[in-house]
């Protein structure tokens, strides 16, 4: 699986973006995932994660609502997503765990907890590779190993535009659709959606519970969106090899 | 997946929702899916949400709005009448399935999604090695899609290089012969949202490889996003990543395993001891 890996990013874009999860291998250090699982997705809470997914039956912090009814959408309004807290009140089967962060203090702080815990799972961090490495000394982790990302290739023109694609690969696997997407940052341009409430929107069709809500406010308001330099790295973006 | 024509209301809220683009508004005012380009991966059904609303009276009320020009509009993310439905599945179309709904496991590895744990557990089971690379090639990644005949071209493409399929990844089980990259001829028309094709080569091997794969690629009827899994020195540092850049490759984001997991079940632990 490679969900968190191919997300459209540069270096030199805001530092808001880290996905990190724990998982077990099946008879190597699987015995008490459940606890193990749950502590991890505790720990972070200090931390503020923006999005979460853990052993649940309910899926990811933002879901959809499959019971709605008159009552519910014009008095009560609707509840779109739960809290970090309630989720991991939730978590009732070993599972693989997974925090998004929007901030590389609170990857920091929460890499150094985990180090100390030895909580005893395989520790993931989807992010880029300098910002691992550099706060190293620090959280005491350095790498291990590491799957490269190296953009993509094909007919490039199939792709969506680079606003659209920094939103849609936030869904590694997938389910976030193109048309979807552009729908958001249209009704957003047009004062029709705040950028939270769209980005609420897209985040529940992301399963997997990877899709950073704080980074898609930002691109649907349409700041620091990724471009191309043409000269310096177009390869990791739609585009060909660097000359 | 299919739309329940006497339940749906011709909102058109599900037709952005398909990341394939299946869906449409047919003759009847009504929504419906291309069953041909979709690919089975419930984003529609499990993504929406439902708001039970009756039929009749919800069509009534929408025909009075329009006949003044007005327009009744749920929430983007709603199917107001619980319209989109599953459907049972046949071989070869269930495949569909298998690889484009992440919550389903596939059999060859047990576990949801399309491909392996790659280096993801590698402090645990030591797959990629030092002097390794570990290649993920995903086909019809990002929202693209792709058939398998597509697949197996650039598979058959690395016949004469130093690949080996890796044994417990889905498309390998797909191959009716692994040294040829073959695909079954029964699979070859069926679409998926993506699927990855993994094999392990020594670093030496690397450069080729790449070259191999962009060529093929290019002429492919999708895209394919590729990645490199690596093992750190204990340092934690890597001489790959010099060497992709030399190339012209940005490896600047990756998913970096930490090398926290350690063996912890009594069992294995015992066995270690002995």
Redesign the interface.
Known sequence: MTNTLHRLQRPDDPKDDYVVFALATRGINDADLLQTARKFLEVSLKYQPVNMAGGTRFGPMYRPEKDLNLFKLYFRGRKESVTPAQLVAEVNYPGQALVVFDNKEKLEGFLKEIKELDLGLSVNVSSLVDDVREMAPRTGVKPHSINYALGFRGDLYLLPDRQVLGLTTMCGHGLISGNFAKKMVDAVKEKRLTPEKAAGYLAKFCVCGAFNTSRAVRLLKGEDVPTVDTKKAPCHFPGAKRA | MHINQKKCIGCANC?????M?AIFINDNKLAEINPEVCVE?Q?CY????????PKQPTRFFRGVLAFFKLRFQP????CPT?AITRDELTWPRSLRRVFSD??MPHEST????????????????GR?KEGEA?F?V?F?????GVYFREVDRLCRSLVGTPVIFEKENPVTSLMSDTKTGKIRDDVLNEKV??C?LEFKVKVTDMPGI?EA??RE??R?????????????NA????T??KQ?EAM?????????????????????LQEAAR
């Open positions: 037709v952005p929702v398909c990341p683009g991966c984003a499990r993504g929406m949400s439902v708001e039970n609303l929430d983007p993310d709603i619980g992440p919550l047990g576990i949801g999604g399309r491909g392996t744990m790659e280096v993801k557990n590698n402090d645990v089971t990629v570990g993920t995903e019809g990644r990002p929202g693209v949202l993506s990855i790449l794969i962009e690629a290019n492919l009827d999708t895209v394919v996003a590729l990645g490199i899994a690596i093992r750190c340092d934690g540092n890597d790959v990543r992709l012209g490759f940005d490896a600047w984001r990756g998913k970096i395993n930490l090398g926290l997991g350690r063996h912890t079940n009594p069992q294995k």
